[in-house]
């Protein structure tokens, strides 16, 4: 297809195309003569990709360049793209790993994952900074005086763990190798505030259920 | 006890518990002589909730008091109360209800309600932010070009009724009606970021199970 065409099929206009292409964040279409390019199914793929990662996820673009660069390099093996790609997301900042409440939080996230049989999250838990999130929450809690420990966390991390089953055999159904890396990078902006949204309506349904509307 | 000791206990500073009771976040101590007051356990456990809405939610002091007045408004009825107190937190914006996928996303959203058998959340669909940011999210993966219905969201939110059962059995077990309500204004703060940070993490280890390392 050509450029209008692409900008008709994925709703984004011409110029912002061409600023993607520039920006590197759309690789160039085939060139059929000096003026005309010719696009396919992976550029509107693509285009998609940067609208979600721009547009919803308010990723920066030097960003979403660094995203996509762990997404189409396949010299690396495919927990370390679905993970890097999300890595390069953006996460809470480092915790203060001199603070006392810090180092607290640490050993009781630590106990959960041995107690869950999470082996492969321990031995990533230096680098993951979905680890990094749940210290630094732990820690706000106990900060702000409340001693649930993480052991609370226990039956929660069990549902996580059946959602992320589910994401990753959702994963599994993209035809392409590519697709399913990209699917991950898209979940990780679009599943999370679907999924804050239905557990706030689920807490509505329940609450009601219980209490009625009075 | 006194100024100084509700400050130690609390960690926050004699000044700043001083700003709240003038913002009227903290009720005031009992007068016992022209310059002394008296706080006791319930001041300690109101600054907690009030610096977890400022400094771990980022809840304006405004909105802090808009909170407060229905967690103590008792002439409301318990689910009220639960749910006012949390619609007062920041939510997504308005959809734009004349836009095409904001009314496709409607039926959608009202057709898996009614698969789930979630009819009190169908009846207060119009009133719910909760409902509102389903509508948003499901819009916004239709107008990027994404075909993934809301049937897809089913098993995800049979997982996320159960997190809410959790939610309301935890809540259950505070110990009076003042904690309880307390105890659902901090879950909407301090949770949201818990289950987050455990999704990823479960999708770090379910993916690394299925995939090994490499």
Known sequence: MRLAELSRQSGVSTATIKYYLREGLLPPGRQIN?????????????????????????????????????????????????????????????????????????????????????QNAALLSTISPAYRSLVVAVAAFRRLGYDWGAELLEPYAELMYRTAVLDLDNLETQPSEAERIEFAVLGAILNEPVLQALHRLAQEEESTRRYGFE
């Open 34 to 118: 000096a003026t005309t390019a010719e696009y396919d199914e992976e550029h509107l793929r693509r285009l998609r990709l940067v609208r979600a990662m721009i547009q919803v996820g308010g990723v920066p673009v030097a960003k979403v360049r660094e995203v996509l660069g762990h997404v189409d390099d396949d010299s690396l093996g495919r927990a370390i793209r679905l993970g890097a790609a999300m890595w390069a997301l953006p996460q809470v900042p480092e915790p203060d790993e001199d603070d006392g409440y810090v180092q607290a939080a640490h050993e009781e996230v630590a106990a959960l994952l041995d107690r869950l049989g999470w």
